[in-house]
């Protein structure tokens, strides 16, 4: 039924729309942090998320970059018939001012979430370097939520990634990486992610 919806959706849609084309300007290694915490000790109440999406004012100026950018190849001769009006941000957007208040009122998810259930060694960590959560017997996250930082990219591959390693560790407790192991791999992410990165999409 919601296969058939959405063809119908679609099918009207194109049949009222010029063709067109779209960009969507990425912060694939944003900064900002946010936090997810509970509100009770009842699950039945849902947590509290704070996602502090601009709070570093890096991402801010990635993602107005990224607009300009957009903009820069859609002003390409090469799309020729298919070249239409811009619709987002729009002609009357074009000040920093003004593409910063675009952003910050159509700001979303790029639907590849990260980190609420940290690995690592330091106290900020939920997760052990093997994937058990700390304090709770016989629990393992395998999933994103354990990743420290943003991948540059989608999250499907290294979460499969986390998922065999997880079943590698069930298997064979003593494959467990080391500590030494863990902090050298976590200091190279951290040099390889110092600066954020713009990507159009």
Not at 43 to 68: N, Q
Not at 150 to 160: A, D, M, R, W
Not at 166 to 181: E, G, H, M, Q, R
């Amino acid at each position: 039924m919601f296969v058939f919806y959405f063809a119908f959706y679609f099918f009207c849609y194109l049949q009222t729309q010029d063709d067109g084309y779209s960009f969507q300007s990425v912060a694939v290694r944003a900064k900002s942090k946010g936090t997810v915490r509970l509100a009770s000790s009842n699950s039945y109440v849902k947590p509290v998320v704070d996602t502090a999406y601009l709070s570093d004012p890096a991402v801010l100026v990635t993602l107005r970059e990224g607009i300009k950018l957009g903009r820069e190849l859609a002003n390409s001769a090469d799309w020729g018939e298919f070249k239409g009006e811009e619709v987002f941000p729009g002609p009357n957007v074009q000040t920093d001012d003004e593409i910063d208040e675009y952003i910050r009122n159509t700001l979303h998810t790029a639907n590849a979430l990260t980190g609420t259930c940290k690995m690592g060694t330091g106290a900020d960590a939920v997760v052990c370097p093997d994937l058990r959560v700390r304090g709770v017997n016989g629990v393992r996250v395998c999933d994103s939520s354990v990743l420290p930082s943003i991948p540059g990219g989608q999250t499907g591959t290294p979460t499969v990634m986390v998922a065999e390693r997880a079943a590698d560790f069930i298997k064979n407790p003593l494959s467990a990486p080391t500590l030494a192991v863990v902090q050298n791999v976590v200091h190279h992410v951290e040099e390889s992610d110092s600066t954020p990165a713009a990507t159009v999409a």
